[in-house]
């Protein structure tokens, strides 16, 4: 089993900077492609971002791209998604994913069912 835990989830003014933590615990391992997920009131969870296990390799919404940067430390078993320019539209509980067996193509690695080890979600929440 592993564990996920985000943190650096609040409340931030539209431009501002705000920047995320998901701590793996329990059978971790540096093979796991981990990424971000969120999801705003009302609506479905949508990808975000996502690293390949050694974070040479990563990919992202259209929506955060130029403004989202996902990287990840795995000796602290560690992803962070650096977020900038925050928009309103940004505002959601943002999930931190994680899976051991998935193979990073760009179909599977957005759909939030290849992903089996979940965090509680964080909020961020941008004023404008």
């Known amino acids: 089993q592993v564990q996920l835990v985000e943190s650096g989830g609040g409340l931030v003014q539209a431009g501002g900077p705000l920047r995320l933590s998901c701590e793996a615990s329990?059978?971790?391992?540096?093979?796991?492609?981990m990424g971000w997920f969120r999801q705003a009131p009302g609506k479905e969870r949508v990808f975000v971002a996502v690293s390949s296990w050694s974070g040479a390799v990563t990919y992202y919404a259209d929506s955060v791209k130029g403004r989202f940067t996902i990287s990840r430390d795995n000796a602290k078993n560690t992803v962070y998604l650096q977020m900038s320019s925050l928009k309103p539209v940004d505002t959601a509980v943002y999930y931190c994913a994680a899976d051991s067996s998935l193979r990073f193509s760009v179909d599977r690695v957005v759909a939030g069912s290849s992903y089996g080890y979940w965090g509680q979600g964080t909020q961020v929440t941008v004023s404008s």
């Open positions: 329990g059978r971790t391992s540096s093979t796991y492609v």
